[in-house]
């Protein structure tokens, strides 16, 4: 089954694609349009639809939120068919130029990525002919995400991340305290409505981030509470009587599962012991 949907908020246009072989797609990903600003590309198992949809739009330029597939997927054929420059994070450039090997379940979810080695790095802003709109880092989810703020607007195009205020798994690579150093200082800004690349809110936003903040400091202190017990990874996994996706973890090779919440967590604190113990007389 394939979804697509179009909508609009104030000047901008939000696109919504989902494509699952059997039932109802469970995942999507959104690209959106402004002021002849692509943000985001979609993923390449939608290509066909993604490039027939967006056919009409006036873009100019694009931009790349980050390096995963479900962002670059479309890069190479959206730039062909406006020719216009595409741009990204300096570190998400590089990460293109070789971009790191997926997992089954991410290739049959979101499809392959070919590399890109001419993404044009851009760090601070993005100027359209009237809007500007602020690039900011939010590590965690991946190293090199950055959000799209418009203060003037008060618009927070915020990647991946929100998602969701309950999250179910981690990739290996994510870090939970990075990321909620990054939703901390995102909830500084002035803002309401939240372009999330998955679940946008376009009411309440700020309100939708906090819950998403509350779960993951919540998760993050009682995976801490049970390691100073003395506990390991997988005692911790059974005290809190935490629930595996054992079909994306397996699917995925153990790259997607909810245990890399908590060895995330378990990460932080023993690297944390470390520094402590180095610094001891």
């Not at 205020?165 to 800004?189: D, M, V």
């Not at 690349?197 to 993951?216: A, D, E, I, R, T």
């Not at 049970?226 to 397996?250: P, W």
């Amino acid at each position: 089954m394939t979804i697509i949907k179009e909508f609009n908020y104030e000047e901008i246009k939000g696109f919504k694609f989902g494509k699952q072989l059997f039932g109802k797609p469970k995942m999507f990903s959104h690209i959106y349009f402004i002021d002849g600003l692509l943000i985001d590309t979609g993923h390449s198992q939608m290509r066909k639809e993604i490039i027939k949809t967006t056919e009409h739009l006036a873009v100019q330029q694009i931009f790349t939120t980050h390096h995963h597939e479900d962002h670059t997927g479309n890069v190479l054929a959206l730039r062909k068919q406006f020719n216009c420059k595409a741009y990204a994070p300096t570190l998400c450039c590089e990460i293109m130029k070789n971009p790191p090997k997926i997992s089954f379940a991410q290739k049959i979810t979101w499809g392959e990525r070919p590399p890109i080695v001419d993404l044009i790095p851009k760090d601070t802003w993005i100027k359209t002919p009237n809007h500007q709109f602020q690039i900011i880092p939010i590590p965690g989810h991946a190293i090199d995400m950055v959000a799209l703020y418009e203060p003037r607007r008060k618009w927070l195009f915020s990647s991946d991340l929100y998602v969701n205020s309950y999250i179910g798994y981690f990739l290996n690579n994510e870090c939970i305290s990075t990321q909620i150093a990054s939703i901390r200082s995102i909830l500084a800004l002035d803002f309401d409505v939240l372009l999330c690349s998955h679940n946008p809110q376009l009411k309440n936003g700020k309100q939708q981030l906090v819950k998403k903040l509350q779960f993951l400091e919540t998760f993050f202190e009682r995976v801490a509470l049970l390691y100073n017990e003395g506990l390991q990874a997988k005692e911790i996994f059974r005290q809190l009587k935490l629930k595996e996706n054992n079909v994306v973890k397996l699917l995925s090779g153990g790259s997607l599962s909810k245990m890399n919440m908590v060895k995330s967590v378990l990460n932080h604190l023993e690297v944390g012991r470390k520094k402590i113990h180095m610094l001891s007389p």
